[in-house]
């Protein structure tokens, strides 16, 4: 088997970095040269690899979000221009929330998005919403719950604007290209309580959704997770989701099937890079 050089890109500074370092280690065991850094690296490390894979790289506060929209996107630019070999560097969600509204319009069942009021208004009625950054990607950073008689006044540019639903819970879906490997549920929800996952299996109904979103997105290669919430009624509603650099809670699964998701996603990645 070829050995390669690799670059992983990954924000030491965040708790969810521990599950690139299961990666690293993975690839190193093969005999591969790997290397981990954040998104500011020196630009001319590029041609020296053979791949650069994006991982957890987001920030984790809002201040902090200019300064990495800027160089994400140099980033983005850069490395596309050059030709060189990439996994998970853009992705649906790394061109913002808007695709969520593609997909209304496909027929995927969505949670009701909309950029502008007199939309979000006319065609939805509850008492709040909620004002996401289009430009937040997979983060909640920046999110903020409006009453309905003030939207008007606080909704700018750059939000969408999603009514705030009542939820059971919020279903991950875990995948290697658009092979569908675990499940994990939390009940209500992440934040603010961030309760422990639990493993489920989905429903053939809503497997069906799930992989048909998957296979939507078009990714072949890395990691992916697509994340709905589960109504009072069970029906699932998209969203988000989470193809640029998604976290993807290996720290949750047991050291077997770690091991197991983590040999899927070599092969995967090792079967494009031959080709």
């Known amino acids: 088997m070829s050995k390669y050089k690799i670059l992983i890109l990954s924000n030491t500074e965040n708790e969810a970095h521990i599950e690139d370092k299961y990666l690293a280690e993975s690839l190193k065991k093969d005999g591969n040269i790997v290397d981990i850094s954040w998104i500011d690296y020196d630009e001319k490390l590029d041609e020296k690899y053979d791949v650069i894979i994006r991982r957890n790289t987001w920030v984790d506060k809002l201040e902090k979000t200019i300064k990495y929209s800027k160089l994400d996107n140099l980033l983005k630019e850069r490395l596309q221009k050059k030709h060189i070999k990439t996994v998970n560097l853009v992705g649906y969600d790394g061109k913002g929330k808007k ?134 009624n069970d029906d699932l509603l998209l969203l988000e989701i989470e193809d640029n650099s998604p976290h993807m809670s290996l720290e949750e699964l047991n050291e077997n099937y770690r091991n197991i998701v983590l040999e899927e996603y070599k092969n995967n990645l090792y079967k494009y890079l031959e080709n």
């Open 99 to 232: 695709y969520l509204m593609d997909f209304i319009k496909k027929g995927y069942p969505v949670i009701p998005t909309f950029d502008n009021v007199d939309d979000a208004l006319t065609k939805t009625d509850c008492d709040e919403y909620i004002l996401k950054m289009d430009a937040s990607y997979g983060s909640g950073l920046g999110q903020m719950v409006v009453e309905r008689e003030k939207i008007k006044e606080i909704f700018k540019q750059g939000y969408l604007i999603q009514p705030k639903l009542k939820f059971k819970s919020e279903i991950q879906n875990y995948f290697v290209g658009n092979k569908l490997m675990y499940v994990f549920e939390y009940i209500p929800s992440k934040p603010p309580n961030y309760p422990d996952p639990i493993s489920i299996k989905l429903n053939n109904k809503q497997k069906d959704i799930v992989c048909s979103i998957a296979n939507e997105t078009g990714l072949k290669v890395g990691f992916q997770r697509i994340d709905f919430l589960k109504l009072e």
